[in-house]
């Protein structure tokens, strides 16, 4: 080829190729230089090579550099798809650590991102309501109990209603249930009663259809009624007509004016029917508290500015009623954004697990790091060559970087799939309740966070290795033996791999303590005594409706009448009915004075309390409940016989200690006539299974002289010989020969309750120990990882040792003893770590406390059990090295 | 050929250059004026999408030349579709720019 020789403008392309890419290089430099000379000869032809024609020569060769640098984006290009290519390859080659690395990413990013779209749903996108921020809940509170969050009195809702300025609007509600007759089959639905101004506050109208009218609250106008999507087009089989036409409830037409939109969930997401009233029609007094209250709070009203002035309407309220609140002194009002009471209760768990899966995918980081300082090291010298020929580090640190980076959007898009999934399987089952749940879904937030999880993965677990491997001074072990170099190369490497191994242990020692925690939690909640037996009792709920029941008798009539039917079924073993079943949750209080001990009070100086439960006769033979001392109920007790009372184990211990309360008698007010105390039964668990026993009264459900009972809703209870469902037709066909328009609500098994009572302890152990076993396996391959490789490292070291006739304990303890202390170390800064972290989840903990010793010592122990089966087959591998072998091993 | 329809001004004249006959970068500068900033982009962009092609030239005659074998442009089938759809839009170039008259006829090589 041709040689120019060396002109200033040949000088400057040869200069300027430089930058030009090396894929084209050679080309553009040619094609440059010819067009130059080409040019140069023709001015010279022209004899007008002066120094204008110079200079244009030189000016255009300028243009190369233009040329030049227009090239460079094909460069980077080029280069990233080398890295790419290179990077698959590499991917391809080893497909035992790629399947390995891709399944732990997937795993950790699938977990986060299903867990974080819940998260999202749940915790962190508004209530679908306009400026659902200054929706709040209205409670009282009564301090002096420590009681929060109770209901409110209607005259003290119309008191908040007309006195506080500080709400834009304000509306009380009445969850309940009515019975839907004419649809076929008698239903059951949930329903709402609400009062004026309730959508108004939300800020939400029906889909179809209008709202009320501020008359239609009114008495006697009120046969109106909105109802769900759900009812819609389910029971109501989507009449697309339906506005304006009648349905039954409670026996009662009332015309449909609304359709709400599919999501609206207020007060829950169960609700089918909302029914108007206006609280002041219903003529209850201060003392009984059943509204909820929400309220909008004024733009610019802050919530102190709302707490500040029900302070001063609750005084005015003791002012107005002073006989009322001499005795509830200390009465008080809260108020709670709408969204933390939707989400309150939830926020932990959910947090907790969030945390739990952010942990794994650090864990699962750290893994792959493993991997990947494992493989540099094994690609030491192939990065010494190409930084030798002339790559630089940032090249080198790019190019290890794709690869991780590769590994990461790949194990993202897999984990994207398991989230899908889990996420379907999520919802689908709703271990707790969770509120909102509807909302959850994959969509573009949820992509972007899991786009940004990978990628901020790849970074993390390839970034270290990466900038290991490219360390300058690589090049040494290119000059050295390559043994010489591995072991140089590989104490730099063991450093940054011990760190990593210590996090990943303690990392999952965090989680098997938590997990540890919450078993254990599991377990003593299944220990517990709930006071009944669950097995073969089939509970139900009925309803009685005023029309058709309007007065007390024939209210007991019917129930007395219905169990005897039920008992007589083939294969029932006994009936009876309460209005509060056991871990329900719902049970009424009541003070009440003891005979002679009328001075009798708490530590708060308050009268003494209890729960009521409404039974009958033979409610404690069907559920299994010990009667101590004394007898049951009969039929005679109630109106006939005088008036009697059951009283629970704690109520007896508390005010009789170990005697019995023979001939002791109670009363709820000081005008009601006494109570005789005929038996003491064993303490039930009647609200949360996590409550302690409380102070208890039973007493039959018939009309009682002190002005409770009997109560229209009942649960039946009956047991059975075989198994409870199979009874549900015949126990049905009873009701429906005593009342075809009575429908059976709520038809479930006890040990069905039980069993719900748990759900949620039970669901975030499941997870938490799902999540640890990962946790496990991957900290004990990532201790096999560092312990094989420090095996084969040292292969060399263990053949002179046993050629010098070192023992086999001898060597264990050289190849095991770094490892182990790494493991000590790793759990000792989990079991640290764990202190700090588990205090968190304390609330989440039943009868163990976040720091128990046991929990702490075992999953120690555990770990540190696993990390040694994790080190057996290296070092089975390192007992047989053959000296002779060894010493040749390169 | 999706750069059909997005010629620009100065590529629907460099195109046109190269199709009247101004087969290589300089040549193609001095008769449409541009600079070789422009060209020598243009140049790849078009030869990138497939509206013209490039041959060296061969060894042997650059040698007795006693220069670099050059780098000679020509319009593919694609290119001569975009140019005519861009002089549709640009009516001047094809009467600005002057045919080649005389081809050198050892070019070819």
């Known amino acids: 080829m041709h040689k120019p020789k060396l002109k200033p403008h040949l000088w400057l392309i040869a200069t300027i190729s430089l930058v030009v890419p090396r894929r084209f290089r050679s080309g553009w430099r040619q094609e440059w230089e010819a067009e130059l000379h080409y040019h140069e000869s023709t001015l010279r032809r022209w004899r007008k090579l002066n120094i204008l024609g110079q200079s244009r020569l030189l000016r255009r060769s300028l243009g190369a550099f233009h040329d030049a640098l ?59 309501f306009s400026d659902s921020e200054r929706i709040v809940r209205i409670w009282n509170t009564f301090l002096p109990r420590g ?14 209603r007309d006195q506080a300025r500080t709400f834009d609007s304000i509306a009380a509600f009445l969850p309940d249930a009515l019975n839907l ?55 109501l089989a989507s009449d697309p007509a339906l506005i304006g036409k009648t349905i039954m409830l409670n026996g009662n037409d009332r015309t449909v004016v609304g359709i709400m939109p599919s999501a609206f969930d207020v007060p829950s997401e169960d609700i089918d029917v909302w029914v108007p009233f206006t609280p ?107 930084m030798a020929l002339g790559a630089s580090r940032l090249r080198v640190v790019r190019q290890l970087l794709t690869e991780s980076l590769l590994l990461a959007l790949l194990g993202g898009c897999s984990g994207l799939l398991l989230a899908v999934w889990g996420v379907r399987l999520f919802t689908a089952q709703n271990p707790f309740n969770i509120p909102r749940m509807r909302a959850v879904s994959i969509d573009m937030p949820i992509l972007g966070f899991a786009l940004m999880a990978s990628f901020l993965t790849g970074v ?20 050295e033996g390559s043994r010489g170099a591995a072991q140089g190369a590989g104490y730099r490497g063991s450093r940054t791999r011990s760190l990593v191994v210590i996090s990943e242990l303690a990392l999952s020692v965090v989680l098997l303590i938590g997990a ?77 004075e003891i005979e002679g001990r009328t001075s009798e009070r708490e530590s708060d100086g308050l009268s003494p309390i209890a729960a009521y439960h409404l039974i009958s006769p033979d409610y404690f033979q069907t559920m299994g409940i010990t009667v101590l001392w004394g007898r049951h109920f009969t039929e005679l007790d109630g109106n006939q016989s005088p008036a009697a009372a059951i009283i629970n184990q704690t109520l007896a211990h508390r005010f009789w200690g170990n005697d019995y309360p023979t001939g002791k008698r109670i009363r709820l007010r000081e005008d009601a006539p006494w109570l005789q105390i005929i038996g003491v039964v064993a303490d039930v668990k009647n609200r949360a299974i996590e409550d302690d026993a409380r102070p208890e009264m039973y007493f039959p459900y018939v009309e009682t002289p002190f002005g409770i009972g009997p109560p229209s809703t009942m649960t039946l209870v009956v047991r059975t010989q075989s198994d409870p469902l199979q009874s549900v037709a015949a126990i049905r066909d009873e009701i429906r020969a005593m009342d075809k328009d009575l429908p059976m609500d709520r038809v479930r098994t006890m040990a069905r309750i039980a069993a719900a009572a748990v759900s949620r302890t039970r669901f975030i152990m499941f997870l938490l120990a799902s999540l640890a076993g990962l946790a496990l396996i991957l900290a004990a391959v990532g201790v096999y990882g560092v312990m094989s490789y420090s095996v084969s490292q040292r292969t060399h070291e263990i053949g002179i040792r046993k050629a010098l006739g070192a023992q086999p304990q001898d060597i264990i303890r050289l190849v095991v003893g770094h490892v182990l202390s790494l493991v000590l170390i790793g759990i000792g800064a989990g079991v640290l770590a764990s202190l700090a972290l588990t205090r968190v989840m304390s609330s989440l903990l039943f009868e163990i406390r976040a720091n128990d010793p046991v929990t702490f010592v075992g999953i120690s122990l555990l770990l540190f059990a696993v990390a040694l089966l994790a080190c057996c087959l290296p070092v089975r591998r390192a007992l047989k090295v053959f000296p002779m072998v060894a010493l040749r091993y390169e | 050929m999706t750069t059909r329809t997005s010629l620009s001004h100065s590529a629907a004249v460099i195109l046109q250059a190269v199709s009247n006959g101004y087969r290589y970068g300089f040549d193609i500068m001095d008769v449409t004026g541009l600079p070789s900033g422009s060209v020598y982009p243009a140049l790849r962009r078009m030869e990138q999408s497939g509206l013209i092609d490039s041959k060296w030239e061969k060894q042997g005659l650059a040698q007795e030349e006693g220069r670099p074998p050059r780098k000679y442009y020509e319009v593919t089938p694609t290119g001569v579709d975009a140019l005519a759809e861009a002089l549709k839009r640009y009516r001047l170039i094809e009467r600005i720019l002057p045919a080649r008259k005389i081809k050198p006829s050892r070019q070819r090589g």
């Open chain 1, 181 to 235: 007759t004419g649809a076929g089959e008698p239903e059951r639905v949930p329903a709402s009663w609400i009062s004026q101004r309730f959508f108004s506050v939300l800020g939400v109208e029906p889909q179809l259809g209008r709202s009320f009218y501020p008359e239609e609250y009114q008495p006697g106008r009120d046969r109106v009624v909105i109802v769900s999507h759900r009812l819609w087009k389910g029971l």
């Open chain 1, 280 to 386: 002041e029609s219903w003529k209850t007094g201060l003392g009984q508290h059943f509204l909820s209250v929400i309220a909008r709070l004024q733009p610019g009203a802050s919530l102190d500015n709302a707490r500040t002035e029900m302070t001063s309407v609750v005084a005015g309220l003791a002012q107005k009623y002073p006989d009322y609140y001499k005795d509830a002194a200390g009465s008080g009002v809260d108020i709670v954004p709408l969204r933390e009471q939707v989400v309150g209760n939830i926020r932990l768990p959910l947090l907790v697990l969030f945390g739990a899966v952010c942990f794994i995918l650090l864990i699962a980081c750290a893994n792959v790091a493993n991997l990947l300082l494992a493989r540099a090291e094994a690609r030491h010298k192939e990065i010494a060559i190409r």
């Open chain 1, 460 to 479: 993390v677990f390839g970034l270290a290795p990466a900038l290991q491997s490219s360390k300058p001074g690589l090049n040494e072990p290119l000059k």
């Open chain 1, 70 to 128: 227009c090239l460079q984006p094909a460069r980077l290009e080029d280069e990233m798809l080398q890295d790419l290519k290179y990077g698959s390859r590499m991917l391809l080659r080893r497909p035992g650590f790629t399947l390995v690395a891709l399944t732990a990413l997937a795993l950790g990013i699938g977990a986060n991102t299903a867990i974080f779209s819940v998260v999202n749903a749940v915790l962190l996108r508004p209530l679908p």
């Open chain 1, 516 to 592: 540890g925690l919450m078993i254990r939690s599991f377990r003593h909640l299944l220990g517990v005594n709930l006071g009944f037996n669950t097995e073969g009792v089939l509970t139900a709920q009925l309803s009685l409706s005023k029309a058709k029941y309007p007065d007390n008798q024939r209210v007991t009539a019917f129930y007395h009448q219905l169990l005897q039917r039920i008992s007589g079924v083939p294969g029932v073993q006994a009936a009876g009915a309460v209005n509060s079943p056991p871990l329900s949750g719902d049970s009424g209080t009541a003070s009440f």
């Open chain 1, 147 to 160: 009681l929060t969050q109770l209901f409110i009195s209607v005259p003290e809702f119309v008191e908040y």
